[in-house]
């Protein structure tokens, strides 16, 4: 049994561009030493990590199957292609790109249709009157079958989409779709709006584990140092390094600063030399300056943080926590 981690992350667009930015942030650069057209590399600070380059869909397909132990792909890919998802993989971080809603989405001249309600009254006359059930053109169709069903709606069908799904209505192949949307600007241009309580999935990419992958020793090890850096990372994102001297400081104004302001005194008091760092959320900085120029500090200096290390790992806590459950 191999003990290397397999990492896959999208092999092309926009999203591969965002997930290259997320690793590299946290100090591992991916790297594909023979070019773009190389679908294997590497993790770069990592040792036992190869990085398999997949479609996104694809990387949701090799999570369930355990080919990959940690992959980068949407939440709605995950819980369209993965049934019973929650037992087969563990979402441990949503990234914050790659937003995206799955949508339920009527004609505009629909004008009495609002939410799913109206639409289950329009499927039920569209059946009596026709003889046939509404015709829902969708990629999505686990997704949309659950859906429904927990709005109740039965009198429809679903036509599966392979192209343009937007464009079905106006050809006539179904009369509404659900489908992925970022601005709405493409469902507007083909004259369509998502009705009120529409939206089935709110979606971004994520940081997924597979709970079916063989877990050994060396993959264990690197999922735990890529995490570290990872954590490290986003720590550092939310805090900003604060320094100042006082002749005079003692414990109680230390403790004033971490309870008034947010802060965290990451090495304990003020050193002999009355030097002290605090590290703060950026939200309270000009106050905490404030109290602390008033309570003789001559000057406060402010910086960003790269990384911050502690001794907890809460992504890999929750992938052990998830392993043990299974």
Not at 72 to 89: C, F, K, M, Q, Y
Not at 262 to 291: E, I, N, Q, Y
Request: charged share 20%; with cysteine.
């Amino acid at each position: 049994m191999s003990e290397t981690l397999i990492l896959a992350v999208p092999s092309k667009g926009r999203l591969q561009e965002n997930v290259n930015a997320f690793f590299a942030r946290a100090g591992m650069s991916l790297v594909q030493a023979r070019g773009a057209r190389d679908y294997r590399g590497a993790l770069n600070g990592v040792d036992g990590v190869e990085v398999a380059y997949l479609s996104a869909s694809e990387i949701a397909g090799a999570l369930a199957a355990g080919t990959a132990h940690v992959g980068v792909t949407g939440e709605d890919l995950v819980r369209e292609n993965i049934p019973h998802a929650d037992s087969r993989v563990a979402l441990l971080e949503k990234l914050g790109f790659g937003h995206a809603n799955v949508v339920v989405a009527v004609p505009q001249a629909w004008i009495d249709v609002r939410c799913m309600d109206d639409l289950d009254d329009v499927a039920g006359h569209f059946h009596s009157r026709t003889g046939r059930r509404i015709r829902v053109a969708t990629k999505y169709v686990n997704l949309t079958r659950a859906f429904f069903a927990r709005h109740g709606i039965v009198d429809y069908r679903i036509v599966e989409s392979a192209g343009a799904t937007e464009g079905t209505p106006a050809s006539g192949s179904a009369e509404l779709i659900v489908d992925i949307t970022t601005t709405g600007s493409t469902l507007a241009a083909n004259a369509l709006k998502v009705v009120d309580d529409g939206v089935i999935l709110k979606s971004e990419a994520n940081l997924v584990a597979s709970l079916t992958a063989p877990w050994t020793i060396g993959a264990r090890t690197a999922a735990r140092a890529m995490f570290d850096r990872m954590a490290a990372e986003r720590r550092a994102r939310t805090m900003r390094e604060v320094r100042t001297r006082f002749t005079r400081a003692d414990a109680g104004l230390v403790e004033r600063a971490v309870q008034d302001f947010r802060c965290v005194a990451p090495f304990g008091g003020p050193t002999s030399s009355g030097m002290l760092t605090l590290h703060c959320p950026p939200d309270t900085l000009h106050a905490l300056a404030v109290f602390l120029r008033g309570h003789g500090a001559s000057m406060v200096t402010v910086g960003a943080i790269e990384y911050v290390f502690a001794s907890d790992n809460p992504l890999y806590e929750m992938l052990e926590a998830r392993l043990s459950g299974r």
